[in-house]
């Protein structure tokens, strides 16, 4: 069964600072999204990583994606309290034929004055 | 505009009853979704169309029910038996399955009376 793990759970920084939001799974997949969903909003798509050594970049935010460990990163730059929210990896495979969508549990950022 | 609409935004439920979430899309996609969040976690899938009439389960379908009689529209039911249903349930539409084209709707949050 694959498991979506993401690294820390909660995340308190302060404004200015920077900080690594890590997600690693456990089975092949050459393809991991990252959302960003508000309290009680939809979630937002922020990146799609379509192959090893992918890196995207958004503002403050920039994502990567290493297939052979398994491993992504959501790095997020000079933290400004906009960015507070809760951040979801989810990891694309292939089960039973069909394509499957696994979510990890969620990053909850908040940014400190 | 093009989007996902769900309704209603909160919904109660009483012991016993059967209850319908709706979601409506004119983004002219061909795959929808259901999704549940739990507080804390990251999003399970509940049941998934490819296709007008047909769908398929997920990981969590025990207690729910969907219909997919138009392209635009996949009701989700949570029945009786879905004995622990208070969640906040999410849809979803991507064009022909493409995760990377995933759209959601805002979210129906439903709670026990």
């Known amino acids: 069964e694959l498991k979506v793990e993401q690294n820390p759970l909660f995340l308190s920084m302060q404004e200015g600072k920077n900080y690594t939001i890590y997600c690693n799974y456990s089975?092949?997949?050459?393809?991991l999204y990252w959302y960003r969903q508000d309290p009680g909003k939809s979630l937002e798509s922020l990146f799609v990583?379509?192959?090893?050594?992918a890196v995207k970049q958004e503002g403050r935010l920039m994502a990567s994606l290493d297939t052979k460990a398994r491993l992504s990163t959501l790095h997020i730059t000079a933290a400004v309290h906009d960015l507070s929210a809760t951040y979801f990896c989810?990891?694309?495979?292939?089960?039973?034929?069909?394509?499957?969508?696994?979510f990890g549990k969620g990053t909850k950022l908040t940014v400190n004055p | 505009d093009g989007g996902i609409t769900q309704s209603p935004k909160y919904l109660f439920r009483k012991e016993g009853q059967n209850v319908t979430l709706s979601c409506e899309q004119n983004?002219?996609?061909?795959?929808m979704y259901w999704y549940r969040q739990d507080p804390g976690q990251g999003l399970r899938l509940i049941y998934y169309s490819q296709i007008v009439n047909d769908f398929q389960k997920g990981d969590i379908a025990e207690g729910y029910s969907v219909s997919r009689e138009k392209k635009e529209s996949f009701p989700l039911t949570v029945t009786s038996a879905q004995k622990n249903p208070t969640a906040f349930y999410l849809c979803a539409s991507s064009i022909g399955g493409a995760y990377e084209k995933l759209f959601f709707g805002s979210g129906t949050q439903l709670s026990v009376l």
């Open positions: 089975t092949t997949s050459d393809r």
């Open positions: 989810a990891v694309d495979i292939l089960q039973g034929g069909s394509e499957k969508l696994v």
């Open positions: 983004l002219n996609h061909d795959a």
């Open positions: 990583l379509l192959s090893n050594g």
